[in-house]
């Protein structure tokens, strides 16, 4: 095909196109600085348009991949890498974050869309401070291309062309897989509009009234893309690599939980400073962490350092950039911290223990408290084996050791909060609150007790927990309905919605809380009441496993696609239900793959893995896994109530008389 010749095809453009979007990132970036010092305001608007060509140069160099890979050019190296000819269509368009190069070049078009949206929304909004904003994301840009264009570069030519490609990973060629990586990427480059924010205010001295309700809708949307993707990835994984998991605590699922961590807390504690005008300087702080660790990520998955599923073994030139470039970032967004963060002072302090900011700012000490513990065993391991060149594994026995009486308190947290008023609680008021939930919560935990007779005390306590929490949440919403029943004589239903509606943030918040009592209870089934069998069976054998009784029926060999597979069925002699679990073959690739049989319904899922061959049987490894679809229900609960608190409009502030006085301060 004429656009696959070695001399000049589309893939050209698009590569130029990525180098003149590196350039005119540097004059977004430099910008603002060169209106200082010229004394020329008017130049500081040239990073808003500048921002828009970035993003659309940044697009036209992805697209001009995607053709590429779509139309099976394999004189592009990168496609000839991860396609091939049998590769389905969909895949062939997703590979472009199939391997290094392009998951890099995802991350900067992600990062140069969200700069790209800054600049049109701020430009009515935040117009003097949006320069200096655009700017911080522009060198970001150009970092990133930096490491694309000289030592990553997806564009890179291949001679002679080759008939075909080496096919994708096979472990990329799955829905969940395909959607994990995006999502998760919105959610890590998210984090860095906060963070341009944070810069933009320590710089110009922006009062936090204004920032701080900017960055919490920025940083919610951040933390709802990071929860996405960190349950895509372990939907993924519990579906495909058979093993009846979804988490590991693997170091690169870390590297995603740790911003996750700190994004949870920032959001709460951006609520205490919009109610109490507190924590303004450990808000910064905490915004500068979530994306450093985001970076930190990064860092782990393309630098090489890390074996895992996850991580893209490559070069130490890419990683040492990397690293510098992540450790350049924090030394200056550090050092603008400690030499302006003086600016950012709060106006009130905590007056009583027994009020809802005391209870925000011990969340804040948890969760940093657990960023820390997952990071120190995450690196611990690497530092020691680059000293000592010793290899110890921190495996998930200390992490579940560790994390779950922390999620524990958590739990608690999430109970008392909503009880308690800011500023100081009445005793007697919060004493009769408790009761209700205190009642919930103990009869919660006497069921699991004497129904369930679970051998691990954290079942009980989480079903406690649960049951107190949900208490906690339905009477806080009634009082309110009962309130407005008893002043405007509404119907329970409208009187309910309305009640909600009127206040969009604070029940949205509840709606996200309900679904982690919903997920929590996917992970007590899940964790702790799971059934497990190997066996060796020949066709017509009977396995029975937890009250599920299912007879093998054989196996049968197809080919389909880029794959060849084993497939085997088994039938329920109860409900007959068909289960089809395969063993999957990728011949280009001589990659095994397994996908589980699997029959779910909300209480239970039945899921059978194929292992290997035994003489004239088959190895099979079957779960019966309680609850495990409250994780996933939980997180479609979590998300409409993010949408429910994004949905509420900010309150208004008297922008310009506070605008104009920061900026005199600032001078």
């Known amino acids: 095909m004429s656009d696959q010749t070695f001399f000049f095809n589309l893939v050209e453009v698009g590569h130029f196109a990525a180098y003149l979007a590196m350039v005119v990132a540097v004059v977004q970036g430099l910008a603002p600085l060169l209106a200082r010092q010229l004394r020329m305001p008017a130049l500081a608007g040239v990073a808003v348009n500048a921002s828009v060509a970035v993003f659309a140069l940044t697009t036209l160099g992805g697209l001009t991949l995607i053709h590429a890979f779509v139309t099976s050019n394999f004189s592009v190296l990168y496609v000839s890498q991860h396609s091939n000819l049998q590769l389905p269509m969909f895949y062939k368009v997703s590979a472009l974050w199939g391997g290094h190069e ?12 969200y700069t790209a949206i800054l600049g049109w929304h701020g430009r009515t909004r ?80 922006w009062n936090s009234t204004l920032w701080s309700g900017l960055i919490r809708r920025w940083a919610l949307i951040a933390w ?57 300087a ?33 070069d130490p030139g890419r990683g040492a950039y990397i690293l510098v470039f992540m450790v350049t970032v924090l030394t200056i967004s550090f050092s603008i911290f400690m030499i302006k963060g003086r600016a950012q002072q709060a106006q009130e302090s905590i007056t009583s223990a027994f009020s809802r900011e005391s209870v925000f700012v011990w969340n804040n000490v948890i969760f940093a408290f657990a960023c820390a513990t997952v990071l120190l065993a995450t690196l611990y391991p690497l530092a020691l084996e680059a000293l000592t060149a010793a290899k110890i594994t921190v495996g998930a026995p200390y992490f579940n050791a560790v994390m779950v009486p922390i999620f524990l308190v958590v ?83 409208r009187a309910t919605l309305k009640a909600v ?39 017509g054998d009977v396995l029975e496993i937890s009250g599920e009784r299912l007879r093998f029926e054989g196996v049968r060999t197809f080919r389909k696609d880029n794959y060849e597979s084993l497939q085997a069925q088994f039938t329920s002699l109860d409900s007959g ?29 039945v899921y059978i893995i194929i292992s290997e061959r035994s003489g004239d049987k088959w190895i099979f490894r079957a779960f019966v896994i309680p609850l495990v679809q409250f994780i996933w ?32 301060h600032a001078k």
């Open 102 to 113: 392009g998951s890099l070049y995802l991350w900067v078009w992600i990062l140069t869309l």
């Open 411 to 493: 739990m608690l947290l999430m109970g008392i909060a909503p009880l308690l008023p800011w500023r100081k609680a009445n005793l007697a008021k919060l004493r009769s609150r408790l009761t209700i939930p205190a009642v919930l919560g103990a009869i919660a935990l006497a069921i699991m007790l004497v129904l369930f007779q679970p051998t691990h005390w954290t079942a009980p306590v989480a079903v406690g927990l649960v049951g107190f929490v949900l208490g906690t949440i339905v009477t806080d919403l009634l009082r309110a309905v009962n309130q407005r029943r008893a002043q405007l004589s509404e119907h329970f239903g």
């Open 282 to 314: 450990w808000n910064i702080f905490l915004v500068i962490t979530t994306f450093s660790l985001s970076l930190l990520g990064t860092f782990l998955v393309r630098s090489g350092v890390l074996s895992s599923v996850h991580a893209f073994a490559v």
């Open 126 to 205: 935040y117009p003097q401070r949006l320069p200096v904003i655009l700017a911080v994301q522009g060198w970001l840009v150009v970092g990133f291309f930096g490491l694309i264009l000289f030592l990553s570069s997806p564009f890179e030519r291949l001679f002679p062309v080759p008939a075909d490609g080496n096919d994708l990973n096979p472990l990329l060629q799955d829905p969940g897989m395909v959607i994990h990586p995006p999502m998760l990427y919105l959610g890590y480059v998210g984090f860095s509009v906060p963070f341009a924010f944070a810069m933009a205010a320590l710089l110009t001295n």
């Open 501 to 539: 509606l009127a206040n969009r943030r604070h029940y949205g918040g509840m709606v996200i809380h309900l679904g982690v009592l919903v997920m929590a209870l996917g992970l007590v089934g899940s964790g702790l009441f799971r059934s497990e069998i190997t066996v060796a069976m020949a066709g």
């Open 577 to 605: 239900y068909v289960l089809l679990p395969e063993r999957r073959f990728y011949p280009r690739q001589e990659a095994p793959m397994t996908e589980s049989g699997l029959d779910s319904t909300l209480v239970r899922d």
């Open 224 to 280: 709802g893309f990071l929860t996405t993707g960190i349950v895509l990835g372990g939907w993924w994984a519990y579906h495909e690599l058979g093993w009846g998991g979804y988490w590991a605590w693997d170091p690169v699922e870390n590297a995603s939980f740790m911003p996750w961590l700190l994004g949870t807390a920032l959001i709460h504690s951006i609520t205490v400073q919009d109610h109490r005008r507190m924590l303004h």
């Open 633 to 664: 229900l939980g997180t479609i609960i979590i998300l409409a109530g993010l949408g429910l608190t994004l949905s509420s409009r900010r309150r208004k502030v008297k922008q310009e008389a506070i605008d104009h006085s920061s900026l005199a």
